[in-house]
């Protein structure tokens, strides 16, 4: 139950490594507080996707008593982000014929929809659409023609499917640990709400998600949407690649990249060193922390020049005036901001979430970027008056009316 006169929002990041549970309020200040924070292992998910639903549920089970009991209220629903490699983006084009001299909204939402009319593959569905720029007889560059005059309207609008069984078991999960789902929301877009300028979003800049199993990519610029993609390795395959490399358990690997790893060779002292415990041995032995990065380094270079390959794909990379943004856990990685800068040759840096109050310390770092981003959104839907709850046998039934105006809600 939520606070008299105060709006709480839930936002659950359903990763393939944590699932992380964050609950904020708007107070009388209108800024965003954080008060509670719930995490646990995710032990059902493989690269974004839902391999068993019942560990799932009790990893949902676990984060969300936890983020409740720590912000002394209850929720009944929550925001929930996506990924997966079955996440797939695309841009599209709609052009209709004004029939009065004024655009109104409902030319807005004709020329959205004949933007949208692609053919898609029975198994998958539009979970965004998101408008980038309209053009009036000719004329680009008008991020919302209502009340413009005009006989031609145009639409660029970049969407988003996701496939209907992955996100439909999402959706499942989190009802039967007892939650509604508000909304679901692409993650590296709820990345890029909370830790974004708008700066940042007007010249141009790059969110690079590295989370456990997937690294999710969005392009913004001019304020909108131009790109996004989902790559299928994440922080996961440097601790397969260190345990077998090193022959050490998987726990042993993961301990290691997060103590001593680096990204970077040239950040580590050739004389330092780590105990480890080889699989099977009962000794510790010394491992220099070069040979360490020898391993993480080649594997991180090559998730960059994967993202590297994706940004230039999407024909928008000379428009990246502001960088690259980093979030995700393994953004936590020594070194791989200065490996990053050195490959696209951008500034970088990591995403810390921005613009909130309260337990500020508690999401203070890149992977808790995606659970605040989920809340920010969520209070931004709330004030905008829109509630559309999903069930896992409903999911996309009212897709139409989840179209966003981006310009006005997800960036503002």
């Known amino acids: ?43 059902g998910l493989k690269k974004g996707v839902v391999v068993n639903i019942d560990s799932t549920v009790e990893s949902i089970r676990q984060a969300v008593d936890e983020a409740q009991h720590t912000a002394g209220v209850t929720t009944s629903s929550a925001y929930v982000g996506i990924a997966g490699g079955h996440i797939m983006g695309i841009n599209s084009t709609g052009i209709i014929a004004v029939k009065g001299q004024e655009i109104t909204l409902r030319e807005i939402h004709q020329v959205i929809d004949a933007a949208r009319a692609v053919s898609l593959p029975m198994d998958r569905e539009v ?69 974004l300028t708008a700066e940042e979003r007007e010249l141009g800049a790059v969110i690079i998600d590295i989370g456990g199993g997937t690294t999710d990519i969005a392009l ?87 993202a590297q390959r994706e940004i230039m794909r999407s024909t928008y990379a000379e428009s990246i005036s502001a960088g690259i943004v980093l979030t995700g856990g393994t953004a936590l990685l020594r070194g791989i901001v200065e490996l990053a800068e050195t490959l696209f040759r951008l500034p970088v840096r990591c995403g810390i979430p921005v613009g909130i109050m309260g337990q500020v310390e508690m999401v203070n770092t890149p992977m808790y970027a995606t ?18 709850k999903f069930s896992d046998e409903h999911l996309f039934s009212r897709v139409y009316h989840r179209m966003r105006d981006w310009f006005g809600e997800f960036f503002t």
Do not use: W
């Open 220 to 306: 913004l610029t001019g304020n909108s949407v131009k790109h996004t993609a989902v790559l299928a390795v994440g922080g996961n395959h440097i601790t397969s690649d260190l345990a077998f490399g090193l022959n050490i358990l998987a726990p042993e690997a993961e301990r290691l990249k997060k103590s001593h790893g680096c990204a970077y060779s040239k950040l580590v002292d050739a004389d330092t060193s780590v105990e480890v415990r080889a699989a099977g041995e009962r000794h510790l032995r010394k491992l220099p922390c070069l040979e360490l990065c020898n391993i993480i380094e080649p594997r991180v270079e090559e998730m960059l020049q994967m």
């Open 371 to 388: 659970g605040v981003g989920l809340v920010q959104y969520g209070i931004k839907q709330q004030a905008y008056g829109r509630f559309h």
């Open 1 to 43: 139950m939520g606070r008299r006169g105060h709006s709480i929002v839930m936002g659950l990041d359903i990763g393939t490594t944590k699932v992380c549970a964050i609950v904020g309020e708007v107070q009388d200040d209108a800024v965003v507080h954080i008060i509670g924070v719930g995490s646990a292992p995710s032990r």
């Open 127 to 195: 979970i965004h659409v998101l408008p980038q720029e309209y053009i009036v007889d000719g004329q680009e560059g008008i991020l919302d023609p209502l009340g413009l005059e005009g006989r031609r309207l145009e639409a660029k609008v970049h969407i988003v499917t996701a496939a209907v069984t992955s996100a439909h078991n999402i959706v499942r999960c989190v009802n039967r640990a007892g939650l509604e789902v508000e909304d679901i929301v692409l993650e590296q877009l709820a990345s890029g709400e909370a830790t």
